[in-house]
């Protein structure tokens, strides 16, 4: 997908609706919030959209997101665990979500913001775990400033500063996925107990694997 193209047709409604969805709403997980944000900054440093109208409304459609992901897990409590595998849904993505809001607390709202699928789930395991409301929101409106704004500020800020960085993007939206990701993997690799989980979690999906494998081949025949 060429996400220039899209986001000059889909526009500020398409933009804010996208982040909304991906922030709280179950089919958000096929989102990528990331690299919308960011082109977003750039095309706003092109002059294509407003920057202050697109940072305003990307962290308000942000944290409205998360209450719809809080309100949404509060109301609908553990059943949600009972659901089957969907195109938009899988049970694997809200388990990692709930162990990983175990993990960090509080925080985990914030730093999910930065990984996929889990920034969706995040809010609504909050909510199955009623977190206090204020809580919530201190954590939610953070988290929201950081990603939303954060990254779309990048992208306008490297647009107006960095001649050609166009031609760039794709690598650019790469390195700010990486670079997102790290403060959550460093919060695992420090902790030996999480590290231990981690590598567990890896171990089973490599043996998961190989097992597929051996039997699309014929070996365990």
């Known amino acids: 997908m060429d996400l220039k193209e899209f986001l000059i047709a889909a526009g500020y409604l398409g933009l804010f609706s996208i982040i909304f969805a991906e922030s709280g709403l179950l089919f958000g997980v096929i989102f990528p919030g990331d690299s919308l944000l960011f082109t977003a900054g750039w095309l706003a440093s092109q002059g294509i959209f407003d920057i202050t109208a697109l940072v305003l409304g990307c962290f308000i459609a942000a944290v409205l997101g998360d209450n719809v992901g809080y309100t949404f897990g509060y109301r609908v409590g553990r059943r949600l665990f009972d ?13 990692r979500a709930e162990k990983f809001y175990e993990q960090h607390g509080g925080k985990a709202l914030i730093l999910a913001r930065f990984i996929p699928a889990i920034r969706t789930l995040a809010p609504i395991v909050a909510g199955i775990g009623q ?3 204020r809580t ?3 954590y939610n409106v953070t988290g929201g400033l950081l990603w939303a704004v954060g990254i779309t500020l990048l992208g306008y800020y490297l647009g107006s500063s960095v001649p050609g960085v166009d031609r760039y993007l794709i690598p650019i ?4 996925i990486v ?9 695992i690799i420090k902790n030996p107990q999480r590290r ?3 590598l567990g979690v890896v171990a089973r999906y490599w043996n998961n694997f190989g097992q597929g494998k051996r039997r699309g081949n014929g070996l365990d025949d």
Do not use: E, K, T
């Open 83 to 95: 659901n089957d595998d969907s195109f938009f849904f899988r049970r694997d993505n809200l388990v």
């Open 131 to 133: 977190m206090r409301y």
């Open 136 to 138: 919530f929101l201190i």
């Open 173 to 176: 939206i790469g390195l700010v």
């Open 179 to 187: 670079i997102s990701v790290i403060p959550p993997f460093w919060q």
């Open 196 to 198: 231990r989980s981690a």
